[in-house]
């Protein structure tokens, strides 16, 4: 059983002959890695580690962003934004916001600056196809609702989807274009050998939803039937990747055709992994799982190699599970806890 046919094995509910991973990291980690593993190549990690997934996407060839003199620059949809500096590595961040002051929709078409889609090599994706066959292939990162917080203050989004309705669902629906235009070139590049298409939005929070179910219902189900459907019809399973406590949206995901649900956020509410196994397992599976606040990060080896097998046995009974950590790995992660949690044993 090779690495994809592990991977569909388990996505279709029968158990596999190992539980199928993934790894997720930030570039701190990628080089800590590769450091371990002696290559410059972080194909070498993957396959250190066993790996069943790749992630593939078109590299940008388009113009340069601007860079201005404080060292920010200039991001997707015109937004700045500025590297932020902390003990252990960086990180991205809005500066200003390009769709802060739109008031009306038309305002909309005067300030943002999105991409032009040929400004990316999809090119890149066939030779993905070409070079991982062995491997289960996720692609993408279409949005209806992340974008537009890069462009726009969320808290501006929340009030609009309460008292400016007009306002916010053309914000969403200018992202909704451009990612379908996008991720079809994606999709039609990989000629149906695609085997997952990502939606990546961050609906919730911790404690629960950033909004009412009727509210995700009234905006967001018709932008998911509009991916779902161009994910099905190039054979690609529909994997969604919501950060935070899910949980009182997952009936309407699937029954809006999501088949894969992420990162499985376990030290949010009501993200317990055995109610949601017990819940939804026959209908969903689950990619993710390792807690990357506490067990990873402050964890011993040992206990992270607990905490794996746990999941593995609650999630992964009768297929249904992808093994990784619930957000990218951070740079406080240990190296040993990594390894720790890749460790094939942990994997029956």
Not at 323 to 345: F, K, R, T
Request: proline content about 5%; some cysteine; overall charge negative.
């Amino acid at each position: 059983m090779n690495s994809r046919e592990r991977v569909l094995c388990s996505l279709n509910h029968i158990q596999p002959d190992r539980v199928p991973v993934d790894l997720q990291y930030t570039p701190e980690i990628a080089k800590i890695l590769m450091r371990h593993f002696k290559t410059k190549d972080i194909e070498d990690v993957w396959k250190g580690l066993d790996v069943d997934c790749r992630w593939i996407g078109p590299g940008y060839k388009g113009p340069a962003a601007k860079v201005f003199p404080d060292g920010s620059y200039e991001g997707w949809g015109g937004s700045v934004w500025r590297t932020v500096k902390n003990s252990f590595g960086s990180y991205d961040d809005v500066v200003k916001y390009v769709a802060d002051e739109a008031e009306t929709p038309e305002d909309l078409d005067r300030l943002l600056r999105l991409p032009d889609v040929d400004d990316y090599n999809y090119e890149d994706i066939a030779e993905g196809c070409r070079r991982y066959n062995d491997y289960f292939l996720i692609a993408g990162g279409a949005s209806m609702f992340f974008y537009p917080t890069m462009v726009r203050n969320m808290e501006n989004i929340l009030i609009d989807m309460a008292i400016n309705p007009d306002l916010a669902e053309a914000l969403f629906q200018k992202s909704v274009d451009w990612h379908l235009k996008h991720h079809e070139r994606i999709l039609d590049a990989g000629k149906g050998r695609i085997d997952a298409i990502q939606i990546a939005d961050d609906f919730s929070t911790q404690r629960g939803p950033l909004f009412s179910v009727e509210m995700f219902r009234t905006y967001f189900e018709g932008f998911f039937k509009l991916f779902v459907d161009m994910g099905k019809s190039h054979g690609a399973k529909i994997y969604l990747h919501c950060c935070g406590s899910s949980y009182a949206f997952i009936p309407d995901l699937i029954r809006w055709g999501v088949e894969i649900l992420d990162p499985i956020q376990i030290s949010a509410a009501d993200m317990e992994p055995g109610n949601l196994k017990t819940k939804f397992g026959d209908r969903l599976s689950f990619h993710g799982g390792v807690e990357t606040q506490s067990v990873l990060p402050n964890g011993t080896p040992d206990e992270v190699r607990a905490h794996v097998r746990e999941l593995i046995h609650v999630l992964g009974a009768n297929g249904g599970y992808i093994l990784a950590s619930c957000h990218c790995i951070q740079p406080d992660v240990p190296l040993e806890n990594i390894l720790a949690m890749y460790e094939p044993g942990n994997r029956k």
